[in-house]
């Protein structure tokens, strides 16, 4: 069982940045693969980006390439999503997600874990 815990969604105004925690408990969790995903209001989840599990390889979707950045700390169990020059598009309540299968099916939206997620606002 794997346990996803995200934080530091808020609101902040366009052009702005906010960082995106996911604390991740659960044996072997360093082993998995993680991902962020959003849903916007009256919108399906999309695929935002995924990171490898040793942090070696990542992927975006183009909508945020160039603007946000997956890390990963595997001494805290952590993944973090650094968002710049948000827009009020990024607006939506933002998911981590981890499998231990590949990117690839991550990025297919196959995700054995999800966490409770969290909102992001972004204001003109």
């Known amino acids: 069982q794997v346990l996803l815990v995200e934080s530091g969604g808020g609101l902040v105004q366009a052009g702005g940045s906010l960082r995106l925690s996911c604390a991740a408990s659960g044996r072997t969790v360093n082993l998995y693969n993680m991902g962020w995903f959003r849903q916007a209001p009256g919108k399906e989840r999309e695929f935002v980006g995924a990171?490898?599990?040793?942090?070696?390889?990542?992927y975006y979707a183009d909508s945020v390439k160039g603007r946000f950045t997956i890390t990963r700390d595997n001494a805290k169990s952590t993944v973090y999503l650094q968002m710049n020059s948000l827009k009020p598009e990024d607006t939506a309540v933002y998911y981590c997600?981890?499998?231990?299968?590949?990117?690839?099916?991550?990025?297919?939206?196959?995700?054995?874990?999800w966490g409770q997620g969290t909102q992001v606002t972004v204001s003109l």
């Open positions: 990171i490898s599990w040793t942090g070696g390889s990542t």
């Open positions: 997600a981890a499998d231990p299968r590949s990117t690839s099916t991550i990025i297919a939206g196959s995700v054995e874990y």
